[in-house]
């Protein structure tokens, strides 16, 4: 029988010390617990690291694109090596995969990419993926590692994406990890603090936003920490962390690209009835159009917000968003058809 496939994300924070050196003590328990893990999964290991890893290369770091960039290039074989060296005793070959947002954009990258890492799969290999920070545009870069490792689960059909961080869950008022959250909906997602680490791009709103996506699209997502005990094991379990329950919906391939792989070019802002209709299933109407927050053309993607702000689909557009100006008298021309929103 195929595996099912388990995407562990793990951030900066989580793989490095305070002073950004790699913490060889948490690489030593990847390897152990993705080794017993690999029997039973086809494993993606999505990690962060690579820039911490190489700005102490670089006295006057501060932070600019260019020099973020030199650290990645710096710190990536730093940190394969150092995953290389642990994983060895395990027989585990490991390959790297630097990704750009393009491979996810464009649907035939996206399934080259994917059909490497089922050739990967069928030989024992585990494939470790970064973001190819040394060449990636900063108009289309991945917002962090958690959208990455998002993009993967959801286009490759994962049966559960785990985020690694620093802390051991999402944590209530009380600062008590809180071990299931049903929806990941607007009261969950105001339990993120703002804050994030001083060695990563993403927080908590970003995990819980990405745990969002995957949950939306049939995927179960757990946010722990592998400072606790046998982390990784426990939390394929959901026995750790918290873990954000799959929704139970059919979302094609299709969909599932447009959703997660396609680049979103814009966003309008629509009524109460016309979220409505969007939760029958129905086509996305001009009428229904509040705002319109970020242009876009025809045939681009774009997201579609309630009347709070809150994401609530994504569509491929039938129209221009500049031609939204002039209909307003036509109730029935379609913004987008009800084939092309996926729900979020």
Not at 216 to 232: C, D, H, K, P, Y
Request: hydrophobic share 40%.
């Amino acid at each position: 029988m195929k595996k099912p496939i388990l995407v562990v994300k793990f951030g900066s924070a989580a793989i490095t010390s305070k002073d950004g050196e790699i913490d060889e003590r948490i690489v030593l328990e990847i390897a152990r617990q993705c080794a017993e893990l690999q029997q039973k999964y086809n494993i993606v290991l999505v990690s962060s690291g690579a820039v911490a890893a190489g700005k102490r290369f670089l006295p006057k770091y501060s932070g600019t694109l260019s020099e973020r960039k030199a650290a990645a290039a710096i710190g990536n074989p730093l940190l394969i090596r150092t995953y290389s060296t642990y994983f060895r005793p395990y027989k585990i070959a490991l390959a790297q995969s630097l990704c750009e947002r393009q491979h996810f954009a464009n649907r035939d990258q996206f399934l080259q990419l994917k059909s490497t890492y089922e050739e990967l799969w069928k030989n024992n290999i585990i494939p470790i993926a970064n973001e190819n920070d040394v060449v990636s545009n900063k108009e289309l870069k991945f917002s962090d590692n958690d959208e990455l490792a998002t993009l993967i689960a959801v286009g490759f059909g994962a049966e559960q994406i785990l985020f690694s961080t620093s802390v051991p869950g999402v944590m209530d008022a009380n600062g008590k990890v809180i071990t299931e959250i049903k929806v990941v909906d607007k009261e969950a997602l105001s339990l993120a603090r703002k804050d994030k680490s001083s060695v990563g791009l993403g927080g908590m709103t970003s995990k819980l936003n990405f745990a969002r996506l995957a949950s939306q699209m049939g995927i179960r997502a757990v946010i722990f920490s592998m400072q606790t005990e046998n982390g990784l094991l426990k939390a394929v379990k959901g026995q750790t962390g918290t873990v954000c329950l799959p929704q139970s919906k059919r979302v094609s391939s299709r969909n599932k690209w447009i959703a997660s792989g396609s680049l979103i070019k814009g966003e309008v802002r629509v009524d109460s009835g016309a979220v409505e209709a969007l939760q029958k299933r129905k086509s996305l109407l001009a009428v229904g159009v509040k705002d319109i927050i970020q242009g876009f053309e025809a045939g681009e993607v774009f997201h579609i917000s309630d009347e709070t702000g809150l994401k609530i689909a994504v569509a491929k557009a039938r129209i221009d968003a500049s031609s939204l100006t002039n209909l307003d008298q036509k109730k029935n021309v379609e913004l987008a058809h009800a084939n092309d929103i996926v729900l979020l």
